[in-house]
């Protein structure tokens, strides 16, 4: 298999349900979506791996988001966003967004007969 972007070989497996061919290291078909013999084993990434570790069981409910209104990151053990690096200020500011205005009701006109 060549990349398409610059034609280098890539290695590649064998799909056991549909035979296709795909690169090497993927975690699932990309034609019938069917899960590779491995694909539950973890990252041989060792930086990968740790950040996991790391992170352990995420909480969604208890995560602080960062305070700066443009980052996506989350606040670590250290009070530092892990994206960024900016310390947590507080909760981030909500945007002013305009009020949506109400629609005057429809007033009642007599039918005509």
């Given at each position: 298999m060549k990349c398409p972007h610059c034609e280098e070989l890539l290695?590649?497996?064998t799909c056991s349900a549909c035979?296709?061919?795909l690169p090497e290291k993927s975690r699932?078909?990309?034609?019938?979506?069917?899960?590779l013999a491995g694909a539950a084993e973890?990252?041989?990434?060792?930086?990968?791996?740790?950040?996991?570790?790391?992170?352990?069981s995420i909480d969604l409910a208890s995560r602080k988001l960062c305070s700066d209104g443009t980052c996506i990151g989350v606040i670590g053990p250290d009070g530092r966003c892990k994206e960024c690096?900016?310390?947590?200020t507080g909760e981030p500011e909500p945007e002013d967004e305009p009020e949506p205005e109400e629609e005057p009701e429809p007033e009642d006109e007599p039918e005509e007969h």
């Open positions: 290695g590649e497996l035979n296709r061919s699932y078909c990309c034609w019938c979506g069917e899960e973890v990252s041989e990434d060792p930086e990968l791996a740790t950040e996991a570790e790391a992170e352990g690096g900016k310390p947590y």
